[in-house]
């Protein structure tokens, strides 16, 4: 006879003690998962019809959410938002990237040799998101890149080549993308032939040039230079673009590029 020691320590029990965690992990999860960049607000009916709950549950769920700081709530609009906590999460998943290891050695190497800010990039699914930024430090004028900044598709050398060379179905804006945007299709072109796209905005006097970086076939980041009007040129041709595209594509080829991709890698 099994002593009580031993008792809920079988294979048969293991699940029927551990379904119910289970499940409001899961539940946790779909929650903080309902929350885009497209719905970054919702209610508390929002979420009870996400979790396929009563809205008593949704309460319970949204109320331990709130105390771990991974959801906010608005009493002025009575609508919850996704809390402090989660930037911190997803600092860390950021940092934990294998493409950001991988390529902390080539922006160290490339700041010693051309002197201006390095920044790499991610796709998160709806934008360019900076994931490491390297600044020069010998300029009068320093730029910073903040960590974690999502970058505008059609107006920042990171998000065109992006657009450039992920499949079509990651990108359905692309089509109005390009009717809004005089000469995008044209540019896309241009980047894809030549590997590099340069950004110049006129209300800041920043340059940026940036190249993909390549894991197989598929792009999963982009490298650029970050600097001022004055230190940096416009020409794809010139030898500091030259520099970055050489860098680029060693770090592809670190991560395993596949020979047969786009010109631009």
């Not at 294979?11 to 946790?28: L, S």
């Not at 980047?191 to 894991?215: Q, W, Y």
């Amino acid at each position: 006879m099994p002593t009580k020691a031993q008792r809920g320590t079988g294979e048969q029990d293991g699940p029927d003690r551990t379904a119910p965690t289970i499940q409001t992990v899961q539940r946790a999860a779909l929650i903080l998962g309902s929350f885009t960049v497209g719905k970054p607000h919702m209610s508390l009916n929002e979420i009870t019809e996400r979790l396929g709950a009563s809205k008593a549950t949704a309460h319970r769920y949204t109320k331990a959410l709130r105390a771990a700081n991974l959801l906010r709530y608005d009493e002025r609009t009575s609508l919850y938002s996704l809390g402090p906590q989660v930037l911190t999460l997803a600092s860390a998943a950021r940092a934990g990237l294998p493409i950001v290891a991988a390529a902390e050695p080539y922006m160290e190497d490339l700041v010693r040799r051309v002197d201006e800010t390095i920044v790499l990039s991610v796709w998160d699914g709806e934008s360019a998101t900076v994931v490491r930024s390297v600044d020069n430090t010998v300029h009068m004028v320093r730029i910073s890149v903040r960590v974690g900044s999502r970058l505008t598709l059609t107006d920042s050398a990171q998000g065109r080549v992006f657009l450039a060379f992920l499949p079509p179905e990651q990108v359905p804006s692309l089509p109005r993308a390009a009717r809004r945007t005089a000469g995008l299709t044209e540019e896309l072109e241009a980047i894809r032939e030549h590997g590099l796209s340069v950004n110049s905005p006129t209300v800041n006097g920043v340059r940026t040039i940036a190249a993909p970086i390549f894991e197989g076939d598929k792009i999963s980041g982009t490298l650029a230079i970050v600097g001022t009007t004055a230190t940096v040129p416009d020409d794809v041709a010139s030898p500091m673009a030259q520099q970055l595209l050489e860098t680029a594509r060693s770090l592809s080829q670190r991560l395993g590029m596949s020979g047969d991709v786009p010109n631009g890698g």
